[in-house]
């Protein structure tokens, strides 16, 4: 396999990944990314990103109204008006 088979640069690494190319370089800055540096171009391994892929996607909890996010809305910031935290789960079960 040929070089530019088994390398991608950043911005396409970052289509591959859907994320911005800044994403990817700080992904590559934090070490959570390999990367080489040739001819004066970073590269990404091919291979490192579908790695990246399935392991981003097994991290993603599904979204229920048991998930964390809802204890967090509309706590505090209603005012006694309608809708608040209290009605979350009428409107999850619409």
């Known amino acids: 396999m040929s070089d530019t ?43 490192a990103l579908e790695k990246s892929v399935t392991k981003t996607t097994d991290q993603i909890p599904p979204l229920t109204k048991h998930h964390p996010i809802f204890r967090f809305v509309g706590a505090g910031r209603g005012g006694g008006n309608d809708p608040g935290a209290r009605d979350k789960h009428s409107i999850l079960e619409q």
Not at 20 to 38: K, Q
């Open 5 to 47: 088979k088994q390398f991608v640069d950043v911005p396409e690494a970052g289509k591959v990944l859907g994320v911005s190319e800044s994403t990817i370089w700080r992904m590559i800055r934090r070490g959570a990314l390999p990367s080489i540096r040739r001819s004066g171009r970073r590269l990404v391994p091919r291979r």
